[in-house]
């Protein structure tokens, strides 16, 4: 059958690909450890699950409005403005099957064919090829581990064409956990100010900040930085909330409300009853955000320690998110158990095969020489992933 040259280029997600061949082989009966997904491996609190039955009760199974219920807009605009104290509109709100989805109606709204889009490397898999679907160009910047995963201002001035219309943020970062620090937001500002770009902001990972530090947004910076500002945040990581998709962007008035549009005619609102559920974890208590980050936390002051014994393996403390981005270039160029590893494509798939062990190869991220491990998952886990990891690279 046709299949279409937009289809034929897209390759699929290589954190879904892993992390579905982990389940495969668990489900063939081999004891595979999984360190490729990004997904909270506690189950979605109590009172929401609650609510869902309740919301299903009350009948609340029908279509809603397309860019979702006014209640949970209400409440994602009150929970922003209590933790962070920035202030928006119910309607520059436009909620979506997911973060992932809200981030596709952005590229949707704003992109025109060959528009170019600013993106921090190492980056999430789905950015550049949500770009491309949308007739853009992800335009990479590199960022160094020795530098924190910090851009360089001239690097990014550099980067803007004519064609550029947005600079992408990511911070917390997926994969690195890195944040951005303020001077690097306001650098970011300014050069969205001198050539009037749309910055799209991703905190996805706001609520998984560690050691005690806050989160700041760059909308935080100052009103002229927020009015050009899109926000895309959601409940999948913050509440374990991965399977119910629900996400949303934030956006001046009339972007927001061209995006409903195209949501109104791509996929309608997103499931009326996940939306009662976000509403519980937006609107009831909070403490089960902070000791689920409290979790995490322990999971990678142990996980880095450990992983930093294993020799020719370097790795930063992510300082949020749930991810360890280690540096194994040393480990390239070797042969094991009777393989050439070149890549780190390669190594990925020698740890699963061998070593029953999943991990996202850097190459998938824009950063050849790394892999990401996860850490949503339990010291037992890791423990064993770790003894695992030895083994199979034989050190
Ligand atoms: N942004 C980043 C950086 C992510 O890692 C994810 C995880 N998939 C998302 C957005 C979207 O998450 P979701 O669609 O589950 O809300
Ligand atoms: N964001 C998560 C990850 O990076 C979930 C999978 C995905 O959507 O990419 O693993």
Same mark, same amino acid.
Request: charged letters at 20%; aromatic letters at 8%; one cysteine or more.
């Given at each position: 059958?046709?299949?279409?040259?937009? =289809?034929?280029? *897209?390759?699929?997600?290589?954190?879904?690909?892993?992390?579905?061949?982990?389940?495969?082989?668990?489900?063939?009966?081999?004891?595979?450890?999984?360190?490729?997904?990004? !997904?909270?491996?506690?189950? %979605?609190?109590?009172?929401?699950?609650?609510?869902?039955?309740?919301?299903?009760?009350?009948?609340?199974?029908?279509?809603? =409005?397309?860019?979702?219920?006014?209640? &949970?807009?209400?409440?994602?605009?009150?929970?922003?403005?209590?933790?962070?104290?920035?202030?928006?509109?119910?309607?520059?709100?436009?909620?979506?099957?997911?973060?992932?989805?809200?981030?596709? @109606?952005?590229?949707q709204t704003l992109l025109?064919?060959?528009? $170019?889009?600013?993106?921090?490397?190492?980056?999430?898999?789905?950015?550049?090829?949500? *770009?491309? &679907? /949308?007739?853009?160009? +992800?335009?990479?910047?590199?960022?160094? =581990?020795?530098?924190?995963?910090?851009?360089?201002?001239? $690097?990014?001035?550099?980067?803007?064409?004519?064609?550029?219309?947005?600079?992408?943020?990511?911070?917390? +970062? @997926?994969?690195?956990?890195?944040?951005?620090?303020? !001077? %690097?937001?306001?650098?970011?500002?300014?050069?969205?100010? $001198?050539?009037?770009?749309?910055?799209?902001?991703? $905190?996805?990972?706001? @609520?998984?900040?560690?050691?005690?530090?806050?989160?700041?947004? *760059?909308?935080?910076? #100052?009103?002229?930085?927020?009015?050009?500002?899109?926000?895309?945040?959601?409940? /999948?990581?913050?509440?374990?909330? %991965?399977?119910?998709?629900?996400?949303? &962007?934030?956006?001046?008035?009339?972007?927001?409300?061209?995006?409903?549009?195209?949501?109104?005619?791509?996929?309608? @609102?997103p499931c009326s009853i996940?939306?009662?559920? +976000?509403?519980? +974890?937006l609107t009831g208590p909070?403490?089960?955000?902070?000791?689920?980050?409290?979790?995490?936390?322990?999971?990678? #002051?142990?996980?880095?320690?450990?992983?930093?014994?294993?020799?020719?393996?370097?790795?930063?403390?992510?300082?949020?998110?749930?991810?360890?981005?280690?540096?194994?270039?040393?480990?390239?160029?070797?042969?094991?158990?009777?393989?050439?590893? #070149?890549?780190?494509?390669?190594?990925?798939?020698? &740890?699963?095969?061998?070593?029953?062990?999943?991990?996202?190869?850097?190459? =998938?991220?824009?950063?050849?020489?790394?892999?990401?491990? /996860?850490?949503?998952?339990?010291?037992?886990?890791?423990?064993?992933?770790?003894?695992?990891?030895?083994?199979?690279?034989?050190?």
């Open positions: 059958m046709k299949i279409s040259q937009r =289809a034929d280029n *897209i390759p699929p997600s290589a954190t879904v690909g892993m992390a579905t061949r982990a389940k495969q082989m668990s489900r063939q009966g081999l004891d595979v450890i999984s360190f490729a997904v990004g !997904e909270p491996d506690f189950a %979605t609190p109590e009172h929401i699950c609650q609510a869902a039955y309740q919301a299903m009760e009350a009948g609340h199974t029908k279509y809603t =409005a397309a860019s979702g219920i006014p209640e &949970l807009k209400e409440a994602v605009v009150a929970r922003l403005r209590a933790e962070v104290g920035l202030s928006y509109d119910a309607d520059q709100i436009c909620i979506s099957s997911g973060g992932k989805h809200a981030l596709t @109606n952005i590229w025109d064919e060959g528009d $170019e889009v600013i993106v921090f490397a190492p980056y999430w898999v789905s950015y550049p090829a949500q *770009i491309q &679907l /949308s007739g853009g160009r +992800a335009v990479t910047v590199m960022t160094d =581990a020795s530098r924190g995963f910090q851009p360089d201002p001239a $690097e990014v001035r550099s980067a803007v064409t004519p064609q550029t219309v947005a600079i992408l943020v990511n911070s917390p +970062a @997926n994969p690195t956990g890195a944040i951005f620090g303020q !001077e %690097t937001l306001q650098e970011i500002a300014a050069i969205a100010a $001198e050539n009037d770009l749309t910055i799209i902001s991703d $905190e996805i990972y706001r @609520n998984l900040i560690f050691d005690g530090r806050q989160h700041l947004s *760059i909308a935080m910076l #100052d009103e002229e930085t927020k009015a050009r500002t899109i926000l895309v945040d959601g409940v /999948s990581k913050s509440y374990a909330m %991965t399977g119910w998709r629900i996400g949303w &962007l934030i956006a001046p008035k009339d972007f927001a409300t061209k995006a409903g549009s195209i949501q109104s005619q791509e996929t309608h @609102n996940a939306q009662y559920a +976000a509403l519980a +974890a909070q403490d089960c955000v902070a000791a689920m980050r409290d979790q995490y936390e322990q999971r990678r #002051d142990f996980f880095v320690e450990a992983l930093r014994q294993l020799e020719g393996i370097e790795c930063n403390t992510p300082p949020a998110a749930f991810y360890l981005f280690p540096d194994i270039s040393a480990h390239l160029g070797r042969s094991l158990a009777g393989q050439q590893i #070149d890549t780190s494509l390669q190594l990925a798939e020698y &740890l699963l095969e061998q070593g029953l062990i999943s991990t996202v190869p850097g190459s =998938a991220f824009g950063a050849e020489g790394f892999l990401r491990l /996860s850490f949503a998952c339990s010291v037992e886990d890791i423990k064993r992933g770790l003894q695992r990891l030895k083994t199979a690279l034989e050190i």
